[in-house]
C-alpha cells in the first residue's frame, strides 16, 4: 500500500530549513570576522583551544533534524488499513456550484453563495448511497473533488468555495458541464446526473448543445436557479463596493431562468428556482430518484496506521543528543 501525509501542506513548513542553514553559515562568518577584530592570533587561539567547530555543526545538524521530524509528524505519514469493500445502491451525481462574484448578489438573504452552500448541504444529506462529485466555476471550470461517497470531504469544499478559488470570472455553464462530465465512467450510458447551481448571468451560446449531447451519453442534468429576476448589485469583497461597468454605472446581476430550464428539459431533468432550501432539495431528489440506480463498489479504508508517534521519538532523541553535546571538545580518557 502506498503511504500518504494526513495533513501534506504542513510540509512546506520544511521550508524553514535553509533558512537555518543560511542563518548557521551568516553566525559561522560573524564568528570569523570577530576573531579577526580581536587582534593578536596566538592569544585568541589560545582562548578558544577548547571551541570545537565539529561539535558545534553537529549540534546544528542535530536540532535542524529534530525540527524536520517534527514537522513530518504534524503532517501525520499515514499506510492504508485493509479495505471494506461494500456494496451501495445509489446514482452518480456530480454537483457543479458557481462561485462567481455575481453570486455574492444579496437579493435573497445573506447572499446567494451562502444559500447555495446550505442546499449543498442538506442535498448531500438526502444522497447518503450515492457518490457524490463537485465541480466549482465561474470563467473556468475544475473538478474539485472526484466521485465519492466520503460526502465528508465534499463539505469541506464547499465550506471554502467562493470566487477566490476560480481566478478568471464569468459565468461559463458549458466548462462546468465539461468539467462535470469527465468525472462519470464513460462507458455507463445512465446512473449519471449533474446538478448545476447557479444564476446562469452570461450567456453562454455552447451550453445548450453540450446539454443535448451529453443527454446521449445519459446524463441528466438539473438545474437550480439562485437569485431573482429583479437583481440584485454586486459586492467586491476587494473594494466594499459595489461592482460597477465601465461607464461607472453599478451592475446589477440578473437571474437567467431561461437557460436553465432549456439545459433541463434537453436532458429529461428539472429546474427549480431556488426560494425554499427544504424544497428545492426535495424536487431534487426526486428527480434523481426516476434515475434507475445501480450497484457501486465503494473500496473505502477502513482506518489508517499513522506514524507520527515515530517520527516525535526520533526528534525527541535527536534534541536530547544536541542538548547533552558539549561545544567544547570532549577530554581523551
Known sequence: ????????????????????????LQLMQWKKNTIKK??????????IANYSPTNFLLKFLFFALALAAIIAASANLQKPGEMDNVQRKGVDV???????KSMLAEDITPNRLERARQLVYKLMDQLP??????????????LQMPLTTDHGAARMYIQQAGPEVVPTQGTVISEALR????????????????????????????AVPLAKQLAEDGVMINTIGIGSAQGAPIMDPATNEYKKDETG???????????????????KGVYVKMNDVDATVNAITKQLSTIESTSLDDNAFRDYKS????????????????FFLPERKLKAA
Not at 454605472?249 to 428539459?265: P, R, W, Y
Request: glycine share 6%; hydrophobic share 50%.
Open 1 to 24: 500500500m502506498n503511504f500518504r501525509f494526513q495533513h501534506i501542506e504542513y510540509l512546506i513548513a520544511l521550508a524553514t530549513i535553509p533558512l537555518l542553514v543560511v542563518l548557521y
Open 38 to 47: 580581536i587582534g593578536d592570533q596566538r592569544l585568541v587561539e589560545a582562548l
Open 94 to 100: 456530480v454537483i457543479a456550484m458557481d462561485v462567481s
Open 129 to 142: 448511497n450515492d457518490r457524490v462529485g463537485l465541480v466549482l466555476f465561474a470563467g473556468r471550470a475544475y
Open 179 to 206: 468539467a462535470g462530465n469527465s468525472a462519470f465512467n464513460s462507458k455507463e450510458r445512465k446512473f449519471k446526473s449533474i446538478v448545476l447551481i447557479t444564476d446562469g448571468e452570461d450567456h453562454d451560446p455552447q
Open 249 to 267: 454605472n453599478t451592475v446589477i446581476s440578473k437571474l437567467n431562468e431561461q437557460v436553465l430550464q432549456q439545459l433541463a428539459g434537453a436532458t
Open 307 to 322: 506514524y507520527f508517534q515515530w517520527f516525535l521519538a526520533i526528534a525527541f532523541a535527536l534534541l536530547l543528543i544536541e
